[in-house]
């Protein structure tokens, strides 16, 4: 594998990333970010890696030449429209052994995601990207403000103020939306809905077509903004879910787990689990990290064999069944005091307990459990901790005005539960 990948991940939208894409982001141990290319991708990369913004391809080249695998992402395609093509010249003059991962333009995807035929047999056959072209279909990529400049060069150029055109905002992301109009009003209904930000503008055949073949913003989340703030890999598949509905997704963790160093009370844990009753996982998080602990120390599910399991929610439960276990209990309830009364039934007088689980929490639990006359273990197993980059300043730069508490259309109990 290339030391470093130049990597184009399309348009904006998650879904049009390419395998390849896909694979470079999975397999960098650092990840450097052009301006442009959001964040739908990074729940995708390894929990340790080193993800930030490009500041310069002299730290990239220090990486590379540290045995770094380094991944720069570009919006779209790293030799178009980007300086994809000045960072390879810069790292083959300094003998780095490099890749350009090719990915979908913009100019190509966002007409087809608003319903807008690039080409029809016998009406257009060719297209064109610039203000002089004799393309049937004409696309246009416009800097903010430059709307009406640009309607009036065509206009100048021989465009006709009826020919069918649409001015494509936010062109690429889930979240796009388009205005159609004849050319020479375009610009009129456009100011109605307050362009802000880079455009597409489209002229053609095509455009005539865009009402009925626009499914993109018949989706019933088309047009909202949602943040996303969980752990970076526990992102999916609720983005997916939310994409697939039309939102555009933000995605900017003010979670993340870090797995503790393993002591001697893990040791002892471990040691103990042929005399655990039962082993009690608060989360999904604490499942992995438990596990992935039980491996550290050469064993695997069957080292609880003597074991019952409870799960505090289905997504714990889900964890679990990942290694093939089945918990004999799973709670609905996400509070020490519902899973004590879920285990009202079960004698716990002698039983001994293990509850693997965060640094910080609640010791409501194994207070409840002891007063029952069990012998109640916690094992810290991970830390959540928030990361440096989650702030206001980076809450701008995705385009997120208003984060506040309480701003949100709804909140799930789970997630209700989570925030308290």
């Given at each position: ?235 999916d598949p609720f983005r997916r879910e939310l994409v ?38 608060a989360s999904a998080n604490a499942v992995d990290i ?131």
């Amino acid at each position: 594998m290339s030391r470093v990948r130049l990597v184009g991940v399309g348009p904006g939208h998650p879904g049009l990333a390419t395998l390849q894409a896909v694979e470079a982001i999975k397999e960098a141990d650092v990840i450097r970010n052009c301006d442009g290319c959001g964040t739908g991708l990074l729940h995708l990369a390894m929990p340790n890696a080193d993800i930030a913004p490009l500041e310069s391809v002299d730290e990239v080249i220090r990486l590379a030449r540290n045995g770094r695998k380094v991944t720069v992402l570009f919006p779209g395609n790293p030799y178009a429209f980007s300086n994809g093509s000045e960072v390879a010249d810069r790292l083959e003059r300094a003998g780095i052994d490099f890749e350009a991962v090719p990915g979908l333009i913009v100019e190509l995807a966002a007409p087809v995601m608003s319903g807008i035929p690039l080409t029809i047999e016998g009406l257009s056959a060719s297209i064109g990207f610039g203000l002089v072209t004799g393309g049937e279909t004409v696309v246009l990529r416009l800097a903010s403000g430059w709307l009406e400049s640009g309607i009036t060069a065509l206009l100048q150029n021989g465009r006709a103020p009826q020919t069918p055109a649409a001015l494509v905002l936010n062109p690429g992301q889930p979240g796009q939306h388009r205005v159609s109009a004849p050319l020479g009003e375009l610009a009129r209904k456009a100011a109605t809905y307050g362009v802000k930000g880079d455009a597409l503008l489209v002229l053609g055949p095509g455009v005539e077509m865009s009402d009925r073949l626009d499914t993109l913003s018949k989706r019933p989340l088309h047009g909202r903004r949602i943040l996303i703030t969980r752990a970076r890999h526990q992102v999916d598949p609720f983005r997916r879910e939310l994409v697939d509905l039309g939102a555009a997704v933000v995605e900017i963790p003010t979670l993340e787990i870090r797995r503790l160093p393993a002591d001697a009370r893990v040791s002892n844990a471990i040691k103990n689990l042929d005399r655990t009753a039962l082993v009690i996982f608060a989360s999904a998080n604490a499942v992995d990290i438990f596990f992935q602990m039980l491996l550290t120390a050469s064993l695997d599910a069957r080292a609880l064999h003597n074991s019952k399991l409870c799960a505090i929610g289905q997504e714990t439960a889900d964890a679990l069944a990942g290694h093939g276990l089945r918990p004999e209990l799973v709670t609905s309830e996400y509070t020490a005091e519902g899973l004590a009364n879920a285990l009202e039934g079960w004698e716990m007088k002698g039983m001994r307990v293990l509850v693997p689980r965060a640094e910080i929490a609640r010791d409501a639990l194994p207070s409840l459990l002891a007063n029952r006359g069990a012998e109640v273990e916690i094992l810290p197993v991970y830390r959540a901790v928030c990361p440096v980059e989650a702030g206001p300043a980076l809450l701008r730069r995705a385009g997120v005005h208003d984060a506040r508490a309480g701003a949100g259309d709804r909140l799930s109990n789970r997630e209700k539960v989570k925030l308290e």
